[in-house]
């Protein structure tokens, strides 16, 4: 009898098709505190307290980033920004989180926290100036406490660890907070940043938001578990929060940040959201989204909740509301005046910042750069 050595069987045997696999466990009901139709609920592990002021405060912040991003996406549609990556529907799961931070801690954003540099007090377009393909980076990170944006997926998770670690051999107590998507949960870097991070035991929060479709995959194809869960072979919590719910995710990041600071390590947080628009201007959601889940998550607007939580429970009137949207769209008219005003870069630019020190290499690239340029000078033209 001859045997096939590729599935070890004997020829023409018909084999029975391999078992399913279990089923995956449950992912733990989400944190909320404010329902998508806009009631005050309490939960047992997070008995936090917001005055009717800082409510206003997250609200204003959440009608403004919703605005620039409105301001930028046009932009992008008309020319005006090579690309832009569009975070509407995930507005609460980034100021949240971001409001949480302390001055000290540093933020590694990935390249769709808008909200995230709104709240770290980032000029909005200075954002705009990378999009615009005018300059490398809009900021100083030291400026801030917030990294660059990374386009390289999950890279940023790997650098935020380091840097945690670098925080604790201080002997700061300031914690780090890494941003990326239920796509980066994937990559080998963000793996790698989970196990540093638990077995030097880094003062740092990660925090993914899951949209739920990386690109045109969905989620169930990266993760047979939820992607919370993933801390527990890592050896550290996982909370999933609703993303849509932006008491909640300041609350859970809050204590996990606390948590962070005080010596307890690292927390994986899930902010289970939706991306409601494309992934970036050079996407077309509409090829591989279902209309109708779409429309579902209209249903539980992050911006919606919280202004009806505030006109239900009288924080607030129509008047506050309507300053609130003049506002904001005085921001972004502004924003569009400032970034079409935006001045050419020098082409030499190219070639500052390559190093923190001169570099021959960089600067023979730099020379051979400039005659060639001055090549065309005579050129008739």
Excluded at 204 to 219: D, G, H, K, L, R
Excluded at 231 to 254: H, K, S
Excluded at 350 to 370: I, K, S
């Amino acid at each position: 009898m001859t045997i096939d050595a590729a599935r070890g069987t004997p020829p023409g045997t018909v084999t029975a098709p391999p078992p399913p696999p279990p089923s995956p466990p449950p992912p733990q009901e989400p944190v909320r505190l404010l329902t998508p139709d806009g009631r005050r609920v309490e939960h047992p592990d997070y008995d936090a307290v917001f005055t009717a002021r800082e409510v206003r405060s997250l609200y204003r912040d959440l009608v403004i980033v919703r605005r620039l991003d409105e301001e930028a996406l046009a932009l992008a549609r008309q020319g005006e920004l090579a690309v832009w990556p569009s975070l509407r529907g995930q507005e609460a799961a980034q100021v949240g989180s971001a409001r949480a931070l302390q001055p000290g801690d540093m933020a590694f954003p990935s390249y769709r926290e808008h909200g995230v540099a709104w709240c770290r007090g980032v000029d909005p377009v200075r954002e705009l100036g990378s999009f615009r393909g005018i300059n490398h980076a809009g900021w100083d990170p030291r400026e801030h406490n917030l990294h660059l944006p990374t386009i390289v997926i999950g890279s940023q998770v790997l650098h935020a660890t380091g840097y945690a670690m670098g925080v604790q051999r201080d002997g700061a107590e300031d914690a780090v907070i890494a941003y990326f998507g239920d796509g980066a949960t994937s990559e080998g870097d963000v793996n790698e940043a989970f196990a540093w991070a638990a077995v030097q035991n880094a003062p740092i929060v990660f925090f993914c938001q899951n949209n739920q479709w990386a690109i045109s995959e969905p989620t169930e194809r990266q993760s047979r578990v939820p992607l919370h869960r993933r801390a527990d072979g890592f050896g550290f919590p996982g909370v999933r929060v609703d993303g849509n719910d932006v008491l909640a995710c300041l609350a859970v990041t809050a204590r996990a940040l606390d948590n962070a600071r005080s010596g307890q390590g690292p927390t994986l947080v899930e902010a289970f959201t939706y991306r409601m628009g494309a992934h970036t201007t050079t996407d077309d959601p509409g090829r591989y989204r279902p209309r109708a889940e779409t429309e579902a998550w209209l249903l539980k607007d992050p911006v919606e909740r919280v202004r009806t939580y505030l006109l239900a429970c009288g924080a607030a009137d129509e008047a506050f509301l309507a300053e609130v949207e003049a506002e904001a769209e005085r921001i972004g008219a502004d924003l569009r005046t400032r970034c079409r005003e935006l001045p050419d870069p020098d082409l030499d630019e190219l070639w500052d910042n390559v190093y923190a020190a001169e570099h021959p290499l960089v600067e023979d690239e730099r020379a051979a750069f400039a005659a060639y340029l001055a090549s065309f000078e005579d050129t008739p033209r």
